[in-house]
């Protein structure tokens, strides 16, 4: 299994839509074979379409905010000692994550295809405040899935899609997470796919889902390349990219540019969510070497029990609570271009608070996964090693959890 060179990763798939044979293709019902073949073809065509790149950028421009600050964290290096530590503030995004770019392009996709309802998932609440956001820029009409359990720990961002105009859907089957809002998404998707866009919060799902959130998200990477080579004069020779990994989408957006450069040189490391420490809970399919699984129509690396039913995760970080993993990380695993760890729920926040006692940045639970992988091999790398960390989420939506656990007010 090997990644080619000069061709996009996501494109990097069989004509079954299998990444080395093995992982994504379209498992789906009958039903939706249609719809999303529609959609393969109308993405297929929009993406060489210069006028909807010019409008993607436009909004990307003057809607997001880009490109988001690339800072170097001087006192938490400092205090670590050993590599340097950066981060790519996506959080500073309108909305604060990076989901806005996969909200925005869905919203315009949306339109193109004359459709006035928009329907995504949710975890966090970050995917579906985004959606809800640009529901309200292009004047469409939303629906977001939530998991019941959720929608209690990320108050903050179901406040927003209300304000937005978003109607939220509660979900009360299995573990009220983010699995459990996909699977009602895609169900409610199959029924009104006439007059209904819908848009998967993160690089999972059926192939054309995946495609069209790791090309939104893309545009991290773009930025950052402009930004090294504009700090450093060239890639530098000894370089650590550092991202959460749930679904997928903000790493794969933020390893995108790099990804033909030596592994010894741009090595890239996911962070999956540990779970509660001395819990056999988590949500780490990759860092645990879970089986492959179908879920969500397709093919990926899936934690499941001895009858391969998919089983209960446990994440304090509702963005990462996921039990499967993009097919396209599955796939950077095997052919060893990417390396995935994880850290716990404790471990998390203690990261959150390091970087918030020694920067003005505070990163969400799920960045603050990844910045507790860069605490813990900073010390041991020389300075010459530069670490970037992608900060994709800020902390505002996680205020009730913090303020639980550590006692903090945001």
Known sequence: MKIRKGIPVIDQHDKSYMYGG?????????????????????????????????????????????PTPFIKLNNLTNHLGGAQIW?????????????IYNATVHALICKKAGKKYIVGDTGAGYAGKMLSMAA????LKCKIFMGAKDIERQKPNCDAMKKNGAEIVPVHTGSKTLVDAVSECM???????????MCVGSTVGPNIFIKICAWSTAQISRELIVQVKQEFGKIPKKMKLINCVGGGSSALGF?????????????????????????????????????V??????????????EGQISNTASISAGLDYPGISPVHCFLKDTKRARYTSATDEEALHAHQLVTKFENISPSLEPSHAFAEAI???????????????????????RDILKKRLGKKI
């Not at 981060?87 to 989901?99: F, I, P, R, T």
């Not at 309200?136 to 004047?139: E, M």
């Not at 169900?187 to 796919?193: A, D, I, L, T």
């Open 22 to 66: 093995k992982f994504g293709g379209n498992f789906i019902p009958e039903t939706l074979k249609k719809p999303v073949e529609d959609l393969t073809i109308l993405f297929e065509k929009l993406r060489e379409n210069k006028e909807f790149l010019k409008q993607r950028d436009y909004y990307f421009k003057n809607y997001v905010g880009t």
């Open 255 to 291: 390893w995108n540019s790099f990804m033909d450069y030596n592994k010894n040189q741009v090595e890239m490391i996911g962070v999956e969510a540990g779970g509660p420490k001395n819990s056999k809970l988590h949500a780490a399919p990759l860092s645990t070497n879970a089986k």
């Open 87 to 99: 981060a790519k503030v996506v959080a500073e995004a309108n909305g604060g994550a990076h989901k």
């Open 187 to 197: 169900r409610y998707w199959v029924s009104n796919c006439d007059t209904t866009h």
């Open 293 to 306: 699984g179908i879920l969500h129509g397709a093919a990926q690396y899936v934690i499941q029990d001895k």
């Open 376 to 398: 813990k091999i900073a010390p041991k790398l020389s300075k010459d090693t530069v670490i970037i960390v992608n900060s994709c989420g800020d902390a505002k939506k996680d």
């Open 136 to 139: 309200k820029k292009f004047g």
